[in-house]
């Protein structure tokens, strides 16, 4: 990361440095094989996200007292509804192995949707990466809340509905991310990633 040395810098001083691009994403029909399979499809492009963001260098990377630091030990934390039809967070620790990753994933759906208080990761690790689905929409543009500007590094992922076309699945993908780390160029890259993985799936 030592090549993006001053584009940390220079990017850390606006007021928001991030990025924030929307994409359509076609890609295999990965829905219906999932479901075929007893698979929630978002856990499976879960994961597919989350194998795509270590195979992209640049999303690899966070901020820590603004130094760069990479990322050791993957957690994916996702949005899940509660009893009540509200917002709360799930988080499991990554594995490379699908049934594994898939099993986490149900095991601490449950105990997000049972929650009576928010789930919050601790602010200071910075090995999360942060995705959220809004099955019920096909956006076309998305914009995630902030903490803080200055430490925006850890990336965040809204993925919409799933729609079946021609054959394969489209659904829409907002990615966000620190700009002293991420460009355009590796979104594009991670998005390539991300339909290969879910390709290859089943």
Known sequence: ???RREHIAFFSGYEDPTVNITTLVACPDFVSKAKAHDVPPFAALLFAIAEASLCVENFRWRLRGGEPVEVTQLKTGHTVLDKNNNLNFSEIEHSDDFDTFVRRYIEDREIAHAATSLRLSEPEDRDHLYVTCTPWLYFTAFEHPVARYSDASIPNIAVGQFKL????VCFPLAVQAHHGLVDGLHIH????KITDGVGALF
Do not use: A, I, P, R
Not at 189 to 192: F, G, N, P, R
């Open 189 to 192: 890259q991670l998005t390539e």
């Open 165 to 168: 076309q021609d054959g394969g």
């Open 1 to 3: 990361m030592q090549s």
